[in-house]
């Protein structure tokens, strides 16, 4: 059993997925697919959420907000009158402010979650052949054997 945090299983799965196991053994090859299979799920519904989230946050008329303040701007720059009134172009910026703290606040906090997996991991052998097998930075190695490794 292993407790992690969603964002590390993000991660984790993430760099798993489109790893290479050319240098290890079968055996750590098939453990290797049970964590990755392990970790789906967590990253499949992560990323769902977080998406629905960021839908179902959206300010009254949103998009249509969005456009007229992005032409609003344009406009400007050239010197001509907007297709809003420059008080609510500053409206529309402070929701959109809004809207993106709290859809950040709402995405830490997805993926601060505890996810438990019951998986067998990796002896320290084992997760030097995935190392040698990828070439990854030290912090991707680090995300990596904190789910893996014994």
């Not at 701007?73 to 907007?82: A, L, P």
């Not at 703290?101 to 709402?106: P, Q």
């Not at 997996?117 to 990796?122: A, M, N």
């Not at 997760?127 to 789910?147: C, E």
Request: proline fraction near 1%.
């Amino acid at each position: 059993m292993k407790t992690i945090n969603t964002e590390k299983a993000l991660l984790a799965y993430n760099l798993l997925n489109t790893a290479s196991y050319s240098k290890m053994s079968d055996g750590d090859k098939i453990k290797i697919f049970k964590i990755t299979r392990a970790l789906k799920p967590i990253a499949v519904s992560y990323e769902e959420a977080s998406k629905d989230a960021a839908e179902k946050m959206k300010f009254e008329n949103f998009n249509d907000r969005i456009q007229k303040a992005q032409e609003y701007e344009r406009n400007k720059k050239e010197g001509k009158k907007g297709p809003i009134s420059e008080k609510e172009y500053k409206n529309t910026v402070k929701d959109l402010m809004e809207y993106d703290k709290l859809v950040k606040d709402t995405i830490k906090q997805l993926g601060s979650k505890e996810e438990t997996i019951d998986v067998d991991l990796l002896s320290e052998d084992g997760f030097g052949s995935l190392m040698a097998s990828n070439d990854w930075t030290m912090g991707q190695v680090m995300s990596v054997s904190d789910i893996v490794c014994e």
